[in-house]
């Protein structure tokens, strides 16, 4: 059975973005114990430095070298990225991965609804349903993992789940319908943050790299190469070939592939209620899907609008 090219490249950034927030699923488990080898600073650092020499090298190779072009949205973009990233990573060792997992999940309504305050659209009810189905699906998966009290921890997740919506919104803005060049945005977005956290990290790195063992080194790779290099170059990338709200709901299913992780390689058990909301925010994230393109579908001139009467003046 052969499937037309459309249908492939139109599934492509879906398949994409769903393997980021796999890979992100298993992030958070990978930081608490890396961080708990060495300090939250220093993870982030090992994770963006080597991630921006790799990438800086990559794009001096090229015969057309376009970081100039892309300076101003690689900065904007890398801010909100370095905010994200910095009180994701400090606020998941001050509190559970079950309570990170639920409050950053909250980007999932956040996005969509930045997006239509953006465009001026008011988002159709099906939209709004399935984002509504999705937050359900995830409160049903960490229901049995007793969900504590908000302390300072689930404050920075909180926020990081604002800015990350807010980052989604922007590399739409930045992207979609632009001739923008995804590797040089991205390439900006790690190094803005390797300068930052370099510079607040780099002593307790080269504290605590002499100790590392043989899988705190797997686990850094897993950080560097998967979690930032591939996952900001995929998320950048689809959403340029999709939307910011679609990108947030495929993104959303990241708190469910955490808690596998949690059972499959920590030995967490979810019960029937996680299972259950398993397949909840499955369900959510494929109709949230169907009426998120039909919504896109119907006002896409109305980005592109927005996109040249901000940007083009």
Not at 140 to 145: I, R
Not at 231 to 246: D, E, N, Y
Request: aromatic share 8%; proline share 3%.
């Amino acid at each position: 059975m052969s499937f037309p090219s459309s249908s492939i490249s139109r599934l492509l950034p879906d398949l994409v973005l769903l393997i980021v927030a796999i890979i992100w699923g298993g992030s958070y488990l990978a930081t608490q114990e890396l961080a708990a080898a060495s300090s939250a600073a220093a993870v982030m650092c090992a994770r963006f430095v080597p991630a921006a020499i790799l990438l800086i090298s990559v794009n001096l190779a090229r015969r057309k070298v376009r970081l100039r072009d892309s300076a101003l949205p690689g900065i904007l973009l890398g801010t909100l990225r370095t905010a994200t990233i910095a009180m994701e990573t400090i606020g998941v060792t001050l509190t559970s991965a079950t309570n990170a997992g639920l409050i950053i999940a909250l980007s999932i309504l956040l996005t969509p609804i930045l997006e239509s305050a953006l465009t001026k659209r008011r988002l159709p009810l099906p939209l709004i349903g399935s984002i509504l189905l999705a937050l359900t699906g995830i409160s049903l998966l960490v229901g049995g993992q007793d969900f504590s009290g908000i302390n300072l921890g689930d404050g920075l997740m909180l926020l990081a789940a604002a800015t990350r919506a807010l980052l989604g919104v922007s590399e739409a803005l930045f992207t979609v319908g632009r001739k923008a060049d995804v590797l040089s945005l991205t390439t900006l977005e790690i190094v803005v943050g390797a300068v930052i956290f370099a510079a607040w990290g780099g002593n307790s790195l080269l504290e605590h790299v002499p100790n590392f063992s043989v899988s705190n080194w797997f686990t850094l790779a897993y950080l560097c190469l998967g979690c930032t290099i591939f996952a900001f170059l995929g998320q950048l990338w689809a959403t340029k070939h999709t939307s910011a709200s679609r990108a947030g709901m495929l993104l959303g299913t990241e708190p469910g592939w955490a808690l596998l992780v949690g059972v499959f390689l920590a030995g967490d058990r979810i019960g029937a209620l996680g299972y259950m909301g398993a397949a909840v925010l499955l369900a959510a994230t494929w109709w949230g899907a169907r009426a998120e393109q039909r919504w896109r579908g119907a006002g896409l001139a109305a980005i592109m609008c927005v996109c040249k009467v901000a940007f083009d003046q």
